[in-house]
């Protein structure tokens, strides 16, 4: 572990904080049999239409482009969405768990600023965070739809570096995702992977700080 | 088919005019039954490292991708990759067919300006075309390696219409990616998808001008 003085610990949120399993188990109970490789589906296309809009230059809500996205996968394994079934598999994204361990490392926190940044809008962040044991752990909510640009640009960091009054690598930020801890790194951050699924380092020359398994052991950042 | 006087056919090259399943052959030979998996997540890491990079503003060239997209892949199906084996599997990409109808297709348009435009450097591309059968055909082998701009960029499909000296609605690109065709889309440019995989259209309010599920009917745009 390098050495220096964090005075930010700011978490990614869909994977990172909160387990979108559900989402999973919401896809199964409206596709029986297809319902894991429908989320499969709408899980990447999710991510991958978040990249092609802002490399098109046609950036759209991360609400919007879930919808999209879901469309996509409904269609592409053969099956129906009616609007009703629409909004109902949508608002699994504002009914999600915290993993097992996020409260209390946050209580822990409490004497550094503390933030999540998402590529979701405030409209699925808000009401999720809102709902949530964690309501009142963060200093900021921090949407990269506040500035249009998702991660993992450069300018999509920098704006939380401004909001927070904090330089780059004063920043500990966490994600559970490869390419989001290779932005981030490429930014400026300091970064720790959680881990959960056990994947490979991404192949960008990127490589995080750390990488953990779970939040457990950020507290060593303190 | 809307009317327009089309004076530049632009194919895209990899899954559009040559088969990419021999790939997947290389793949089995090296990998048995993990063979699928591998070439299927080695694919998706090579097209989500072209969008990362030039999101984050690291733009590397598509072999150097292609490479370290392999060897993700190998990692993450838990499999071992030494240098031999992994310039062997690169080496695929130069070694690859056309699809059955490409040669003649090709032919009947020599009359136009033909050309292909690929995110594939020329270190990949030139000897692709080079071996082939198709390698006389063509008026312009254009990289997005030479502007250094991934599809979808705007300025990638702008590079295109520059080097033919034509405007963008002159122009009918072709495509069995989804996404390209909406990045095309995106610029200006007709648009052909070539869905040889009988896929939805992408959710992006980018359709295409047409479908076709292979290249035959494009004749009809002469």
Redesign the interface.
Known sequence: MEEYSIKAFVFDVYGTLFDVHSVVNKCDEFFGGKGTEISKTWR??QL??S????????YDTFYSITR??L??AV??HDEQLDKLSEEELLTAYIHLSTYPEVKDILVQLQDKKVAVFSNGSHDMLDPLIKKSEICDLFDEIISVDEIRQ?K???PSYDHVAKILEVKPKEVLFMSSNG?DI??AK?YGFQTAWINRQN??I?????EPNIVYQDLTSILEWK
């Open positions: 990447e296309k991958e239409y990249y092609l809009r802002q490399l098109m230059g046609n999209d996205a469309r996509y269609k592409k998702f993992p640009t450069f390419w290779s932005g490429n994947l490979p991404e192949e960008l020359n990127l």
